[in-house]
């Protein structure tokens, strides 16, 4: 992920002709910076028009009072709305649910997803059938996803409650009781999101090289020695990576909630995404909102951050 | 001690004893279709009358109605809906393609001054939460009178694809021999020329399967069509939220099955179509860059 290039820079600097079978550097040289930030102009204009004025805004918005009759923002106001809304439970509420989903949901997906990924790699006929298959889950759109699982989970006409009533369980208020409800919502989201780390970690499991392997035998290595002291750390950079785009994924959850539970009972699943739009959009109250969102921004900008920095080292390291 | 100690993940070496292995296929089988289950119930209960649906037990076997597709399609315009929906995607997954490539391309390239650093925000701007700039959007889109219509919603997705685009395809172009546009540029082409004669052609595999991703994002997406759309470019995710919601008392399961069926077919027999790009482009979008 890294993108600058100094060394290259520096390189074709001092060598103009560089190593065998190349072109001249000034070949590349030649009106090359200019041309670069034409290639980039399309990309960094959209992306200027169409983020970093709206976090500029979202930003002004969070500092002023909103006039719902003008429909805009008016008045410096400081850190008003910050303060109400660092006072507001709801939020405080929202930012531990959506923190309990993260913790839970993404071990248990990275976990889940190695796992079958190892079963879907043993060899046979139908290994490829079985892994266009988990194409299937991923391309459900999370919105339809929730309404599946919402008829699946139905206390009264639900095939899961049919299906442990006859093993003498329940009947399980999914939807309906805090804690399941947020079960639940973890459930949807890693139906849907496993096989999304299975497809990735099945084709790094597939790029491993042979040879360490055939070290690892001539070594006398159990099978599960090679497995924890082989396999899993050659496994650790595809990991790092899986983890971090299903990070990006995970913050902005926002549709299986919807969907699912609707952020209820209560609260129990009102992820933070849910509950600025509703503050929003449903409340009109669109300083707070604003306010909420900066914060959610800064949190997951730093939290990424950090993140990219542990995965890098992860994935330089092995 | 050969057949125990050999590696199972590479797939090759699979001297498991046989019964181990035929576990393990049966395994494979079983956790599939466990994730296949909700699909498949999901098509089922849309060809269900509502008294084969609300039953305990669940029915199996049932009269095959076409009712939820018939009676819902015009009440909820579900055809506009979904054309809608593939304007929408489509105009914003070329725009983000053609943007995304070309600054990619220059990332990944050129030589540029502050290449570090721009690079760097873009690669950040996909982690910016979408509800960070819905407020504005919504705000300005009102005050412009452009609520409601393609440009916007379209605009508003170029936000996560743009950035996607240039992180697949950055890694992508790293991967091409430096020699295919020095041998283009040396006869005489421009770095334009290069890059739209040469490289886009050869790089139509990451291509494709970055602007697949690009579509099936930009198909599902909900949170900006909800804010910004309300009557005419309403796409279908939000048109299934609206169903979705009306599922209080268990009434339209129906329909929302059915319309989740067309909303999930078209993907889902495109995603198989092309499984060697998408996978592909999984594994390289994961490990690249």
Request: glycine share 8%.
């Amino acid at each position: 992920m890294s993108v600058s290039t100094p060394a290259r820079r520096t390189g074709a600097a001092k060598a103009p002709v560089r190593g065998s079978g190349n072109t001249p550097g000034r070949r590349f040289r030649l009106g090359e910076p200019g041309t670069a930030w034409l290639f980039m102009t399309p990309a960094l204009v959209l992306l200027a028009g169409m983020l970093l004025y709206p976090i500029f805004y979202t930003l002004w918005v969070s500092f002023s009072d909103f006039d719902l009759a003008l429909f805009q923002p008016t008045g410096w106001v400081g850190w008003k709305n910050y303060e109400a809304v660092l006072k507001d439970p709801g939020f405080l509420e929202s930012l531990k649910v959506t923190g309990i989903y993260l913790v839970i949901a993404l071990p248990l997906q990275m976990i889940l997803g190695f796992a079958i990924a190892f079963l879907l790699n043993v060899e046979w006929r139908g290994r490829g059938v079985l892994r266009a298959l988990f194409l299937i889950p991923m391309v459900v759109a999370p919105v339809v996803a929730g309404g599946i699982w919402r008829m699946l989970l139905d206390p009264l006409w639900g095939v899961v409650n049919y299906t442990l009533g006859l093993v003498g369980v329940g009947p399980v208020e999914w939807i309906g009781d805090p804690n399941l409800a947020m079960a639940s919502v973890i459930l949807i989201d890693t139906w849907r999101w496993t096989p999304f780390v299975v497809l990735i970690a099945a084709a790094g499991i597939m790029a491993l090289p042979g040879d360490v392997y055939e070290a690892a035998k001539s070594d006398g290595a159990t099978r599960w020695q090679t497995m924890w002291h082989v396999t899993l750390p050659l496994l650790v950079p595809v990991m790092a990576a899986a983890f971090v785009v299903r990070w990006l994924g995970a913050v902005k959850m926002f549709d299986i909630a919807l969907a699912a539970t609707k952020g209820g009972p209560g609260n129990a699943t009102n992820v933070v995404n849910l509950y600025i739009y509703e503050k929003g959009f449903r409340g009109l109250e669109f300083g707070s909102a604003s306010s909420m969102a900066t914060l959610v921004l800064i949190i997951t900008m730093i939290l990424t951050y950090f993140l990219f920095r542990i995965s890098r080292r992860l994935e330089n390291r092995w | 001690m050969v057949s125990t100690t050999a590696p199972a993940p590479k797939g090759r070496g699979t001297g498991r004893s046989s019964l181990g292995r035929i576990a393990t296929i049966a395994a494979a089988i079983l956790v599939t279709l466990a994730f296949l289950y909700p699909v498949i119930y999901m098509v089922s209960i849309s060809f269900k009358l509502p008294k084969d649906i609300f039953t305990v037990p669940p029915k199996w076997i049932s009269t095959v109605t076409f009712d939820n597709y018939v009676s819902y399609f015009h009440q909820a315009r579900i055809l506009p809906r979904m054309i809608n929906t593939i304007i929408v995607a489509a105009g914003a997954s070329i725009i983000s393609m053609v943007a995304g490539s070309m600054a990619g391309y220059a990332l990944s390239r050129m030589r540029m001054r502050g290449a570090g650093v721009v690079g760097g925000l873009i690669l950040a701007s996909r982690a910016v939460p979408p509800i960070a700039l819905v407020v504005p959007m919504f705000l300005v889109a009102r005050k412009m009178g452009l609520t409601d219509q393609y440009i916007t919603v379209i605009l508003a997705y170029v936000t996560f694809l743009v950035p996607y685009v240039v992180w697949l395809m950055r890694a992508f172009f790293k991967s091409l021999p430096k020699e295919l546009e020095e041998a283009a540029m040396i006869d005489g082409c421009s770095r334009f020329g290069a890059f739209f004669r040469i490289i886009v052609p050869c790089s139509l595999t990451g291509m494709v399967s970055t602007l697949i991703f690009c579509i099936i994002l930009a198909w599902e997406e909900l949170l900006f069509a909800l804010i910004l759309t309300n009557d005419k470019a309403v796409t279908i995710p939000v048109a299934i939220a609206g169903i979705a919601a009306d599922t209080e008392h268990g009434g339209l399961w129906g329909p929302l099955a059915a319309v989740g069926t067309l909303t999930v077919l078209p993907v889902v027999i495109f995603a198989l179509a092309v499984q060697k790009y998408l996978i592909k482009g999984l594994a390289d979008g994961a490990t690249k860059g």
